[in-house]
């Protein structure tokens, strides 16, 4: 089939989402006529229309036109007109997420003769025709990890509520895909999406205050309430079902290999609202839902297991284990039918669920020693190859999920330990004042600590509020590992760590709290995997020899023994982007790995890299999947976290389907690139020294270029504040965590969250692709240089990955649109001399990007993404205007002045935006 063919097929693949888009829209048009007449209907078509036709004509007195059309609306019709727009981009990503599902049943129907790609049948297939051994694939089952982390980190701008009227639009709208409806069961599906589409718009979409901690973690509970606890167990059953498909001769046992993990309650680095006390009632509420939904799973079951033993024979160890447990129930509570003997054990499972009761379990691993014990006696009368896969999927569950949920990290910044340690070592005087000892002093003094059994801290009381705060967190977790399980917190992450003393001072507060003990014999106990946050272009230069000095402490590899000889590093790229641009970053990324695995292998330690990816392309996002192939190939063995937050929570885990699509993506990548077996991982291990020296010239002159104008221009962070909707967005309450570290102004203390999330509603995407093209076009002054790129294009899946999602970045960004802001910044000279530079460098480094790929257009290779972005462009047009407008408006506005009304308009285009492109920060 030639590329032409199968591009023209997949957008005639596309005709039916181009049907649901449509069908949807005019939906919405029908209740804009019922909601406020044929008028508003009207405006918005008439806007609608005036931005199409300036996307095909750029004449200005038809630009001229548009904006006098917007600029003579006055409220309330123009909020009507905004809300419309922003509720159509609402539809279409339902309508997407719909045709994703859509195609992944297609690809079902026909799985005989067509594998969908990035499905775990079409992995397990590929093992098998590469001629990878069972035994090969056994040892790596044994290693291969994937936890994804959900954070609180304040991107997502859509309010639960609207989550729920979306989620119950698209079950409608995968109704109506149904192959056998007849007219009336379609005409009553319509009506019911006629009146969803009423009650979206007649919901406020704005939240009327900031949500609290304990909201954040409502609202990461709904996704493992919702999708995550079925999905993770069938994703591992149909791994399982796969390898026993395609290797019959072995009887396998997948372990959990892909879990989700938490930040939400735990993440204290700059958010004061993150107490031990929230933290404590976070794992409260997570241990809550994981036995309540236990609790349904047992009560279903025993729906089921209904055999008695008048027809079948069970195990002995299962009747001592009712005859010994049956004084726990009363009368009343006990089942009636004494023979019915999986029913009468499962009440009283359900008995020992209950938190109220004297003899409830313990631990998760009682309550798993009672689900295997039915398990093994199902086995001895049930046929042999038709395993009860409902009673192994709550097995499962309880593997996976524990009484814990989710295993929830720790994380704060390495000043707050620092301070509390100088005061500590100053009242037991060890040191006059610590933070002034060079880093030496700081190494060997606490090493001292660490290897002498003896506490320092008496009564907590004695020090300052800020020492004692530090010092309640990690007696919370001595706490919790008795409460909630050892697996409740795990690790403990140091923000801005630069120096080896940072992991060392937490393990000091560790050890105060009894989590890390030094016995009499020399045998160290540590119950708590200490983690580096590497952020910064310097930090991650620094991270090997900082890793290195630690390994060659013999202490320090003990603790590590304890932790199974696994170190975990975190990799931050939210804050190497803002520090020296996205290329640089990414680049500087990869190199910490490899640089930092080559040197762990010398003391044959493991390494687990986190990625701390953020949702939008200017924080290391993009596909699951493509992430994980972007890492280098030797990495991925001893296990992979990556982040997932904000927007991308909602967009992937929201429906069962597609956070099922979504995850087996990501599983059988790890699992392909982790054998060697897909051309990807085969390509990324022959890599030349050639492609690397390229990368470290093309970073070094992206860098230079970033920071000439990022940190050199004494205009650029005026025009960044006044050019973005940057001081609005406070207001959008999206996040309990304040927008800067320490309520500063300064650009080093500004999140990069707001960073990212400013540039990308004015249009502009800067932190996604900025100054990559003077670095690449820089290298490529020649036909070999250029031949050289696009070879590593084709075979480095790094630079691939890095290549597309600076494409994808350029493609959302709009000039057009981003030109409008311009107006708002008071100094115009420098507005448009910087804006200048903006646009030169994007047209820079959109002409190498096709180069490099030999396309035509950017995302010539996807079409379907393509096709996405410019037919969404046209409809973000207005929601930018709007915005320039009403920004303009409520800045000039006189501040005595009641501008609840004309914020309220800026935050509704900020959310239509951000709909829009599916991409906040």
Known sequence: MTTKTKTIKDRDHNAALRRDVKFLGKLLGDVLVHQGGPTLLEKVETIREMTKSLRNNEDYSNYAKLKEEISTLEPPVRKQVIRAFAVYFHLVNIAEQNHRIRRRRDYQFQEESVKQPGSLENAVASLKENGISSDVIQKLLKTLSLELIITAHPTEATRRSVLEIHKRIAALLKSLDQPVITNRERQELEDRL??????????DELRDRKPTVM??????????????FEVLPKLHQELEDCLQDYYPEENWEVPNFLRFGSWIGGDRDGNPNVTPEITWKTLTKQRTLAIRKYKESLKQLRKRLSQSTKRVSVSAELLKSIENEASILNQNEKWQIEDEVYRCKLTIMLKKLDAQSEVRYKTAEEFLFDLRLIQKSVMLHHPKGYELKSLRELIRQVELFGFHLATLDIRNHSGEHEAAIKEIFHSVKLAEDYSSLSENEKMKLLGNVLQDPRPLVSFTEDYSKETQDVLEVFQMIRNAHKEFGERSIEVYLISM?????????????????????????????????????????????????????????????????????????MLGYSDGSKDGGTLTANWKLYKAQQEIHEMAKTYNIRLKFFHGRGGSLGRGGGPLNRSLL????????????????????????????????????????LLTAAAHVSSEAEQSSIRTNDWEEAMDRISAESLNKYQELVFKDPDFLTYFKQATPLPELGALNIGSRPMSRKGSERFEDLRAIPWVFAWTQSRQLLPAWYAAGTGLQSHAKNDVNLAL??????????????????????????????????AMVENQHAAERIFKEIETEYNRTKNILLEITQQEELMDHLPNIQDSVRLRNPYVDPLSFFQVEVISKLRDANEENNNDELLSEV????????AGLRNTG
Request: net charge negative; aromatic share 10%; no cysteine.
């Open 194 to 203: 006629f009146n969803e589409v009423v009650i979206l718009w007649q919901t």
């Open 215 to 228: 909201d954040e973690v409502a609202n990461g509970l709904y996704y493992f309430d919702e999708t995550l």
């Open 497 to 569: 760590t630069q120096s080896a003393s940072d992991l060392l001072e937490v393990m000091v507060l560790a050890k105060e709290a009894g989590i890390y003990r030094l016995h009499p014999d020399g045998r160290i106990e540590s119950k708590l995997n200490v983690a580096p946050l590497l952020e910064t272009i310097d930090d991650l230069i620094a991270g090997p020899k900082i890793m290195e000095q630690l390994f060659q402490l013999d202490f320090y590899r003990k603790h590590l023994n304890e932790q199974n000889n696994l170190q975990e590093i």
């Open 630 to 669: 972007s890492q280098p190939a030797e990495t991925l063995g001893d296990g992979v976290k990556i982040t997932e937050q904000g927007e991308v929570l909602s967009s992937r885990y929201a429906l069962y389907d597609i956070a099922y699509r979504s995850l087996e993506q990501a599983a059988s990548t």
């Open 789 to 822: 790129l696009q070879q590593m294009y084709k075979a480095w899946p790094f630079f691939r990955s890095t290549i597309d999602n600076l494409q994808m970045a350029l493609l959302k960004a709009d000039l057009m649109a981003a030109n409008e802001y311009i």
């Open 907 to 914: 935050l509704l285009t900020i959310n239509g935006i951000a």
